[in-house]
């Protein structure tokens, strides 16, 4: 089946550093979404984003479809940035059941 | 609902007896996942609801799990005499299913169940 690596597994940033964040997946997929459980284990939406590039403040992600991995970019981190960053794909064709990776441990240090 | 709901919020329970976890999930979201997340792991997938489809119910790791979903909108799990090693926080997440079936996945707060 599918494989999906997230690298690095995990990261110490000093508040205000940029990092970038990578997942790698094996094979095509229809769907592929970055989250961030926090430290009290809440899991949060941040990109749902197949293909293309999107935004959404300190944040971006691109994923390259046909080369198989995506990126999410942090800009200057903050302390609230800490936790688990999971990458989770939904092979192609249709399956019903997404593959996560084993996620990127980050601590944002003040 | 705004959001995923998922109760109770914590669960601390004695080692052989049953309980039950609820989430109510996005209104109008018809695919509807569980999941589970040991301390310090990723997510394990239990099983899946999708519309009026049979479960898929794959993930389960023993006979003592079970899972229903009635009127395609609230979930219960039920884990029967719970054992020490189903400590763990259960996460439910539901989609908005389309014709591709590539919804985007919500998640609830989760319920953190330890059995003593």
């Known amino acids: 089946g599918i494989q999906v690596e997230q690298s690095p597994p995990d990261l110490i940033l000093q508040e205000g550093a940029n990092s970038t964040l990578r997942c790698n997946f094996s094979?095509?997929?229809?769907?592929l979404q970055w989250f961030h459980q926090n430290p009290w284990g809440q899991l949060i939406n941040l990109f749902y984003?197949?293909?293309?590039?999107k935004q959404n403040g300190r944040l971006s992600a691109t994923t390259v479809a046909t080369e198989r991995y995506s990126l999410l970019y942090i800009s200057s981190s903050q302390t609230t940035d800490s936790g688990v960053y999971f990458c989770?794909?939904?092979?192609?064709?249709?399956?019903?059941?997404?593959?996560w990776g084993l996620g990127t441990s980050l601590a944002v240090n003040p | 609902g705004a959001g995923v709901s998922q109760s109770p919020s914590n669960k601390v329970t004695e080692k052989g007896k049953d309980v039950e976890l609820r989430c109510d999930p996005i209104?109008?979201?018809?695919?509807l996942y569980w999941y589970r997340q040991s301390l310090g792991q990723g997510l394990e997938f239990l099983i899946y609801?999708?519309?009026?489809?049979?479960?898929?119910k794959s993930g389960l790791p023993s006979d003592r799990f079970s899972a229903e979903r009635t009127g395609g909108s609230v979930s219960t799990l039920t884990i029967q005499r719970t054992q020490q090693e189903d400590s763990a926080v259960y996460l439910c997440?539901?989609?908005?299913?389309?014709?591709?079936?590539?919804?985007?996945?919500?998640f609830g707060e989760g319920s953190r169940l330890t059995v003593l």
């Open positions: 997440a539901s989609s908005l299913s389309r014709a591709e079936n590539t919804g985007e996945l919500f």
């Open positions: 209104s109008g979201h018809t695919a």
């Open positions: 609801f999708q519309g009026n489809s049979a479960p898929d």
């Open positions: 094979d095509s997929v229809n769907n």
């Open positions: 984003i197949p293909s293309g590039t």
């Open positions: 989770a794909v939904l092979p192609y064709p249709h399956n019903r059941k997404l593959i």
